[in-house]
């Protein structure tokens, strides 16, 4: 058993460094190349007898997108609220305001509505002095609403604000939604135009471990296989590291890629994105949609995968690096049976580059046969027969994802690389919520 084990570690792993975990709003942020920002004028309210005059401006974050997908994420954030000097209420909106006050110690309110998004939200609050304020409002958003936007639409978002019991205007803001299935992966500020505030932590949300869809039949094809007798996730782990619990995790791992193998599960490039300059955005198809389609590109493929491994309780990681995305796990628990964190635990992250699940040929060139020898000794005869080519392309890919890693393995923990790994249970403990599929 500790010779497969070492073999694998060999030939497999690699020690990751700097992985990132989940961040709040402008928590990392990466230079972007050649941007200018110009700030519009100041407005000034309509004119009646119970009216006041003073700067005000509506503020649509991401360059006036309201991205529903980020709004579902974000939802159950911890530390929600931020009452800073210049900056109040929520620290994760899209939707608020900007106002200078004409006096000290004066009580605005701000009412916003947009009857297809949201319920109208109300927000007051006493500013001391002088100066200008951001104000996010938590919105009242409707959530079953935002998860049928499909696609991209126009909404009309209506904004009225009073200053000591007197009117200052109202300000409708014509808004572009982005669809359910956009994922914000980034976007520079309006306030700091030389960086990029790093949101790849979104990528989590589209990992659905709640999916009815696994429980229903994709578990069920993944017992089918044989492979496994059970899903133990990390069960079978011992603090003395025996190995078996190694042994398994990779089992259950193959399990779920001959299950897919048999679905038909191929790779497409089918892709969308976002042509703004200043906010960067992926298309990702929920679980359902590549699951019935049986395509999936590098991003929907992961994202699929790590949720049936996280559902068999198996922690997935998705790597991102540019222009591509692939699939980590951890053979091992994040803590012992006495509740410590397990020590090095990144040199047990192993990798899959998912878009070869559909591959109809197999370059085995560096599968040594020491590597196959060592993988078929976890294997029964049967399952050894049965799935000759799942199991090689499965180590060709195992194979290919390590490199991978080891490729861009110095730039990992460096924003202006764009190389990034989410891990998706530390994402959960963040608060990322999975979106559901509508």
Not at 116 to 130: H, R
Not at 178 to 206: F, Q, S
Not at 255 to 268: C, I, K, N, P
Not at 378 to 399: G, H, I, N, Q, V
């Amino acid at each position: 058993m500790k010779y497969l084990i070492l073999l694998i570690l060999f030939s497999l792993n690699i020690a990751s460094s700097g992985q990132s975990t989940p961040k709040m709003r402008g928590s990392e942020s990466v230079a972007p190349k050649g941007v200018t920002t110009s700030t519009p004028p100041a407005k000034t309210a309509n004119n009646n007898s119970n009216a006041v005059t003073v700067a005000w401006e509506p503020i649509i974050e991401m360059e006036g997108n309201v991205y529903t997908s980020y709004i579902y994420a974000a939802s159950l954030m911890p530390n929600r609220t931020q009452d800073k000097d210049d900056y109040k209420g929520d620290k994760n909106g899209q939707i608020g305001i900007k106002v200078r006050p004409a006096t000290a110690n004066s009580h605005i309110k701000i009412t916003i509505d947009a009857p297809e998004i949201l319920n109208t939200t109300v927000y007051e609050e006493d500013l001391k002095e002088v100066k200008d304020y951001e104000i996010f409002p938590v919105i009242k958003y409707k959530y079953d609403e935002l998860l049928k936007i499909k696609q991209n639409k126009i909404v009309t978002i209506n904004f009225k604000l009073s200053i000591n019991g007197k009117e200052a205007g109202e300000k409708p803001k014509v808004t572009p939604i982005k669809g359910i299935n956009e994922c914000l992966l980034g976007y520079i500020h309006r306030n700091n135009p030389t960086a990029v505030n790093i949101t790849d932590w979104m990528c989590a949300a589209y990992v659905n471990e709640n999916n009815p869809l696994l429980q229903d039949e994709v578990l069920p094809l993944v017992k089918s296989t044989n492979i496994i007798n059970q899903m133990t996730g990390y069960l079978t782990y011992s603090d003395d590291n025996t190995g078996k619990c190694t042994e398994d995790v990779f089992k259950q791992v193959f399990s779920v890629w001959v299950a897919l193998q048999q679905r038909g599960v191929s790779y497409s490039n089918i892709t969308g994105s976002n042509a703004n300059q200043k906010v960067f955005s992926q298309y990702i198809r929920f679980t359902n949609d590549a699951w019935k389609s049986n395509q999936a590109n590098c991003v929907d493929g992961t994202a699929l995968f790590a949720s049936i491994l996280y559902k068999m309780g198996i922690e997935p990681v998705m790597v991102l690096v540019p222009g591509h995305c692939f699939l980590g796990f951890y053979d091992r628990p994040r803590t012992n049976s006495k509740g410590e964190q397990i020590q090095d635990r990144e040199s047990n992250l192993f990798f899959l580059e998912t878009t070869m699940i559909g591959s109809k040929t197999v370059d085995e060139s560096k599968i040594s046969a020491r590597l196959s020898d060592a993988f078929d000794a976890m294997l029964s005869t049967e399952t050894k027969a049965t799935y000759d080519f799942a199991k090689r392309s499965f180590l060709a890919a195992l194979l290919v994802g390590a490199q991978e890693a080891k490729d861009n393995k110095d730039y990992f923990g460096d924003p202006s690389k764009h190389c990034h790994m989410i891990d998706v249970d530390q994402a959960r403990k963040e608060g990322v919520t999975a979106i559901p599929a509508n």
